[in-house]
């Protein structure tokens, strides 16, 4: 497959799209020395990072970002469906972020509206968007979680099906859980679409998001928004 010479894939109107409180009043007193009341009947809370507050541009290959250091974007050569390969200079390395207005208004379920998170080299200013080339990206945890949710916008169908996309979640740098989708392969023109991936396990230090296909690196074009991370409680 040839790529454009910036790596990148543009979303636009005209091109083919997906189209697609609970209010509590209970009057309940805690006893004295009720954990239950003390420490929460919930649990702990969920810290969202929806990127809502940078500017659109380039923000080079590593950031720290809410209690979270992107780092290793792409940076390694694969394949493609078709049996044509890419080298890392032809997906870029960087950590991108998009106004992707235009994309909420066809996915309103997808993340939180302006700004998406993308990698590789380009963008398009303004609502409008580029999906960007995702091989991998790494990102740490400055504290331990048990359990992450990630929004994506992707491309189905065209040269992208059968391409694997993968979030593990690792301790120590062993992987403790993952989640993976298969992206669809409809035949026709690519399709942008959205899911979501999640995973959880008693504690993990690091995410890994990254795409394969027949187990080699790939680079499917993809935006993520609403990394939801649920901290480990500490010990009363």
């Not at 208004?105 to 080299?121: C, E, I, K, M, R």
């Not at 091989?135 to 992707?154: C, F, H, K, Q, W």
């Not at 391409?163 to 035949?187: C, N, P, R, W």
């Not at 993990?204 to 080699?216: E, G, H, I, P, V």
């Amino acid at each position: 497959m040839s790529l454009p010479s910036n790596g990148a894939a543009t979303y636009g109107l005209g091109a083919s799209l997906g189209l697609a409180l609970i209010h509590a009043s209970a009057s309940l007193v805690a006893p004295t020395g009720d954990l239950v009341f003390v420490d929460g009947f919930d649990g702990a809370q969920p810290s969202i990072s929806n990127y809502d507050d940078l500017i659109e541009g380039l923000l080079g290959t590593s950031i720290d970002y809410n209690g979270v250091s992107y780092h290793d974007v792409n940076g390694i050569g694969g394949v493609f469906p078709d049996g044509s390969t890419f080298t890392a200079n032809d997906v870029g390395d960087q950590l991108i972020i998009e106004d992707a207005t235009d994309f909420y208004g066809v996915h309103p379920d997808y993340g939180s509206a302006p700004n998406s998170l993308t990698f590789g080299d380009a963008y398009v200013p303004g609502p409008n968007l580029s999906l960007g080339a995702m091989v991998r990206v790494s990102m740490d945890l400055a504290e331990p979680a048990n359990a992450a949710t990630v929004d994506i916008g992707y491309y189905e169908n065209g040269p992208w099906g059968g391409i694997e996309i993968h979030l593990d979640a690792l301790d120590a740098g062993t992987v403790v859980a993952s989640d993976v989708l298969t992206i669809a392969d409809g035949g026709g023109r690519d399709n942008d679409t959205i899911a979501v991936l999640s995973v959880s396990a008693a504690s993990f230090d690091s995410l890994k998001l990254y795409a394969t296909y027949n187990d080699q690196p790939s680079a499917p074009r993809v935006i993520m928004d609403d990394l939801a991370l649920t901290p480990v409680l500490a010990s009363p």
